[in-house]
């Protein structure tokens, strides 16, 4: 029993978690099997990304039981981090590579940039609701992300001093896609925007080619809408 006992208390972490670092470990293996290889995803680095990035370190404590669970969980301020299965769709959907400029609108509580991180080269994330900004932008930072820089703000209008980008990821859902977003969109770039209509919301990848943009829908989804400094939905 006693030696039992200690291997159980060795494999704690050091951060409080409530759960020894092994058990989230084969909750994320699981995670990624049943849900994301099932379904479909095959991409090796995305796989890789989801198999790396510590979710339940991205959740209240008091979720973190549910953090690899097949469904959204919620993150304070009404908001949502996204369903494990969506994240790693949308981050395949980019075709990153690690010279990959990424700009996501919608940072929440971190979880999708830190999987953009292990994929790209820099990732720039702008989040309107500042205490969630700020506490994403000091847990990436404790976490040692390094390539990640959060602004508080309204993505609508996009990030102009670092544009372009080769690919945008937009995490809320405007009635629209935003004309700033399109214009900072590299020549070749992709951007994935789940955009509202009547209601019914579909996850929209462009694609810039010689100026002109194609469409084209991917998957029905549900997002917190996009929202402006008065809390007005775009
Ligand atoms: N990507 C996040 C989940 C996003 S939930 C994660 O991994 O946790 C959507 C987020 O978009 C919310 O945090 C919401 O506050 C934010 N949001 C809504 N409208 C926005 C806007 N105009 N600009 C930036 N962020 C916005």
């Given at each position: ?16 978690d409530a759960q020894?670092?092994?058990?989230y470990?084969?909750q994320r ?25 510590e979710r339940h370190l991205f959740v209240?404590p008091?979720q973190q039981g549910?953090a690899y ?166």
């Amino acid at each position: 029993m006693l030696p039992l006992l200690i291997i159980l208390l060795t494999t704690v972490s050091c951060c409080g978690d409530a759960q020894p670092v092994d058990y989230y470990r084969a909750q994320r293996e699981k995670m990624v099997k049943q849900q994301i290889e099932a379904r479909g995803i095959t991409d090796k680095r995305v796989l890789a990304a989801m198999r790396k990035v510590e979710r339940h370190l991205f959740v209240d404590p008091l979720q973190q039981g549910e953090a690899y669970a097949d469904h959204p969980l919620p993150i304070g301020y009404g908001q949502t981090i996204s369903q494990p299965y969506i994240v790693a769709f949308m981050s395949a959907a980019l075709k990153t590579t690690p010279e990959t400029r990424v700009l996501e609108i919608g940072t929440g509580s971190g979880y999708q940039a830190a999987v953009l991180a292990e994929l790209c080269d820099s990732v720039f994330t702008v989040e309107i609701i500042a205490p969630l900004g700020e506490k994403a932008r000091n847990l990436l930072r404790v976490l040692g992300y390094t390539n990640v820089r959060v602004k508080i703000g309204d993505g609508y209008q996009g990030w102009k001093e670092h544009a372009p980008y080769h690919t945008i990821m937009v995490t809320c859902s405007p009635s629209h896609v935003p004309q700033p977003l399109i214009e900072q969109l590299a020549e070749g770039g992709r951007m994935i925007i789940p955009v509202d209509s009547h209601g019914y919301q579909q996850l929209v990848v462009l694609v810039k080619k010689q100026g002109h943009l194609s469409r084209q829908s991917v998957l029905p989804v549900r997002f917190v809408p996009m929202i402006n400094a008065e809390n007005r939905e775009y």
